[in-house]
């Protein structure tokens, strides 16, 4: 149960972008009631001193993958201790309903490919006791401790009505019909609208149900959504070939324009190796012209991706023979890996990688013999012994029982004018974060706090009031969070009290808390005091407390 707050001393930055403001914050029964410097606060109200402290909205983070972890973890940590108070998930035309029994395993195992959440952990963690998607929000809906905001993924929508043929042909017009009026149910049920996919692929390597599908279909889909009052479209590009994303995004646009709805594309990120970057923004600024409501989303952090071979590794998972290794039982992975037989395959195939390698960075190296050899280039190391880089990666982890981390870092979003030009370019939304998913490769969560920490404090690229505006204010708008992303009387007290000289996203740990003896990365916010959820304080001094008044929103 949430309780009456007062919160005095506070430097308020609303989320609307303006000016911050000296003043007190009144809450009661989960609402803001008021906002101002002449505040009386109620008798019963809990007082919190912010001290000068900035007292911001909660963030929104609308692009993650929470669907199972929010099955057992009500709070998706650690994203709300970086004063994450809403979470969109279900992107990449994936989500856990609507599902039939008998297809359960089957978008585990795309879960599984796509967004490296393991059948293990699905089977220790998600309860599979629904069918329909509203039915999904009924069973997650008890203890949550964040707000939790759902796109119905495409693929699983597919093969709820087609079953096997999902992936096989297109829908016909009685297929569709009754995917509307599943979508439109969904909405009226709480979902926000539509993901889809033009790039994933199953775990057998098939195209997923959604790339079978014609723009004719997305669109009948999205007006379904139009007509039930509520919706927008996310996807996922085939980022990897620069006119294959820009077509996609020229189908959103149309998509978009015939819809009327919000449509988006992440991820856009900065590569030094193509200028797609800047030619995405180009179309964006071209369709938006034309009529269209499209945008990019792009993370704040350089996308560094950790890879240990006795882990899954989606940059790795493209190369058949690394794949096939990695699919193995752990002590025939080691075995497969230390084959001399493989090795030729391995090597020749690792040049499909191609500049990667040179960013590859050796941490964590436990055999006495390899500690020296942390923070160095892998590159380097490859030169001095006289090999390809993918035999010095597979020689080291071989000594260390696979698990020697190697962290591709600063290639993706490594360079900070461009990435700050996509950052603030008013088409691009900050997105993209992927928290929840590849647990075992990087921490997603903690954009927000590198948003305020870097590109605000170290970098000057957004003043306090522009960044908190991107990550709450300007969200909420665009993907249709109704009544909340601002600090104003009868919104949702989704409230962030943190300190902006010290606010940070914290180092990466590697930790064994997930379902199915599985591993994950995390990090730990510093300079968030408190964060509030719907008027219940879920953090404070650096610690969850038993308060659950999450909503889905």
Not at 336 to 355: C, I, K, M, T, Y
Not at 449 to 474: K, M, N
Request: glycine share 8%.
């Amino acid at each position: 149960m949430s309780q009456a707050l007062y919160i005095s001393d506070a430097r308020i930055v609303d989320g609307t972008g303006a000016p911050a403001f000296e003043g007190s914050v009144a809450v009661r029964d989960g609402r803001i009631t008021g906002v101002g410097a002449d505040l009386t606060p109620d008798a019963d109200a809990k007082q919190i001193d912010a001290g000068g402290k900035v007292v911001s909205p909660g963030f929104i983070d609308v692009h993650t993958h929470f669907d199972p972890q929010i099955c057992w973890d009500r709070l998706a940590t650690p994203s709300l201790e970086h004063g994450v108070t809403t979470v969109l998930m279900g992107n990449c035309s994936l989500s856990l309903a609507p599902v039939r029994k008998q297809d359960q395993r089957a978008l585990a195992g795309m879960f599984k490919q796509i967004e490296d959440i393991s059948i293990p952990t699905f089977d220790a963690g998600v309860p599979w006791d629904w069918e329909t998607y509203p039915e999904y929000l009924d069973s997650i809906r008890p203890g949550l401790g964040i707000n939790v905001s759902g796109l119905v993924g495409h693929s699983a929508l597919r093969h709820y009505v087609m079953g096997d043929a999902a992936q096989e042909r297109t829908a016909t017009d009685e297929e569709i019909a009754e995917m509307c009026a599943i979508l439109a149910d969904a909405i009226k049920a709480g979902a926000a609208g539509l993901s889809t996919s033009y790039v994933d692929v199953d775990e057998n390597m098939r195209p997923v149900a959604s790339r079978a599908a014609t723009k004719e279909e997305v669109i009948a889909l999205g007006k379904a959504m139009a007509s039930a009052g509520r919706g927008i479209i996310q996807t996922v590009p085939v980022f990897f070939v620069p006119e294959a994303q820009l077509q996609n995004m020229r189908d959103m646009a149309d998509i978009s324009r015939e819809t009327g709805l919000m449509c988006t594309v992440a991820p856009i990120v900065h590569n030094p190796t193509n200028e797609l970057w800047r030619d995405s923004m180009a179309l964006l600024e071209e369709e938006a012209a034309n009529g269209a409501k499209l945008y990019g989303q792009c993370m704040p952090r350089t996308f560094d991706v950790n890879v240990r071979l006795s882990e899954a590794s989606f940059i790795l998972f493209a190369l058949p023979a690394w794949n096939e290794s990695m699919r193995l039982p752990q002590e025939e992975r080691q075995a497969a890996f230390a084959d001399p037989a493989r090795r030729d395959d391995l090597r020749n195939q690792s040049v499909l990688l191609g500049p990667a390698w040179d960013y590859f960075i050796v941490r964590n190296a436990r055999d006495a013999e390899n500690q020296a050899l942390n923070g160095r280039l892998l590159k380097d190391i490859a030169a001095e012994r006289g090999v390809a880089p993918a035999d010095a990666m597979i020689d080291l982890a071989v000594r260390e029982d696979l698990e020697t981390e190697f962290c591709l870092m600063g290639m993706i979003n490594g360079q900070t004018e461009p990435v700050t030009e996509l950052l603030r370019h008013p088409l691009v939304l900050v997105g993209a974060s992927d928290a929840g998913a590849h647990v075992a490769q990087f921490c997603g969560a903690g954009d927000t706090s590198d948003l305020l920490g870097r590109w605000v404090r170290e970098y000057g690229a957004f003043s306090l009031e522009e960044a908190v505006y991107r990550l709450t204010g300007e969200l909420a708008d665009a993907f249709g969070i109704r009544g909340r992303g601002r600090i104003e009387p009868g919104l949702a007290a989704d409230i962030v009290l943190f300190d902006p000289d010290t606010i940070d996203r914290g180092d990466e740990d590697f930790v064994h808390d997930v379902p199915g003896d599985a591993n994950r990365y995390v990090r730990h916010a510093t300079g968030i005091d408190q964060v509030i959820v719907n008027g219940a304080v879920v953090w404070e001094k650096g610690a969850y407390t038993d308060a659950r008044a999450g909503q889905i929103v």
